[in-house]
């Protein structure tokens, strides 16, 4: 069945450095690929998004990066804030009005003062 | 604007008891509903999806069930906890598929 896998697991960085989660999927119709942040005892709020015919997306501090041909994609945040430590999950879906979102184990993501 | 209900917001229930989680959407008409669970310090688990009143889609063999009385309302039901049950519960819709939004949740502990 449809899998996403995403690396690492945790993820430390110094306050200021940049961060990159990567994910990976199976199922070659996906087309559609979010990406989750949920902060501690909160609910999964989506961050950002791109879809099947777009390379790269930028949103101010956050990019995500699609390569189809090797099936993964992958969330890049710049100049890291305290605020950024969460943890991040990434998806993918088919985008039609019936398909599941299947969703990446995520990434805990510590930023370090 | 549309939101999503959930409650209870915690629930602690002892091993062999009953479960009712309820989850309701305002705003939108026909969505597309999800229950989702979360072990401590782990993914999203899907659990089952409905895509109109009284489809259910199971994911997982498991002892808990789903309904969709209402369009925006589905129901998250069991007839006996287990302790692997414990964990926190989000509810989830959608009308497109290109963008999901979670409730708040329920954190269920089961003693």
């Known amino acids: 069945g449809e899998n996403v896998e995403q690396h690492p697991s945790t993820l430390s960085v110094q306050e200021g450095d940049s961060a990159v989660i990567k994910c990976t999927y199976s199922?070659?119709?996906?087309?559609?690929f979010p990406w989750y942040k949920q902060e501690l005892g909160k609910r999964p709020q989506l961050i950002i998004d791109?879809?099947?015919?777009?390379g790269e997306k930028k949103d101010q501090r956050i990019a995500v990066t699609l390569n189809k041909t090797a099936k993964h994609f992958s969330l890049h945040i710049t100049e890291t804030q305290p605020e950024d430590s969460a943890v991040y999950f990434c998806?993918?879906?088919?985008?039609?009005?019936?398909?599941?979102?299947?969703f990446g184990s995520g990434t805990r993501l510590s930023i370090r003062p | 604007s549309q939101t999503i209900h959930q409650w209870p917001a915690t629930l602690v229930q002892p091993v062999g008891s009953p479960l009712s989680l309820e989850c309701t959407v305002e705003?939108?008409?026909?969505?597309?509903l999800y229950w989702y669970r979360q072990a401590a310090g782990r993914g999203l688990q899907l659990l089952f999806y409905?895509?109109?009143?009284?489809?259910i889609s199971s994911e997982v063999p498991q002892n808990l069930s789903a309904s969709r009385p209402q369009d925006r309302q589905f129901i998250l039901s069991s007839k006996k906890l287990l302790l692997s049950d414990s964990g926190f519960y989000l509810c989830?819709?959608?009308?497109?598929?290109?963008?999901?939004?979670f409730g708040p949740g329920t954190r269920l502990t089961v003693l």
């Open positions: 989830a819709w959608s009308v497109r598929v290109d963008e999901q939004f």
């Open positions: 199922d070659s119709a996906s087309n559609y």
């Open positions: 791109i879809r099947s015919n777009v």
């Open positions: 998806a993918a879906s088919r985008g039609s009005s019936a398909s599941k979102i299947i």
């Open positions: 705003g939108t008409s026909n969505p597309n």
């Open positions: 409905s895509v109109g009143i009284g489809q």
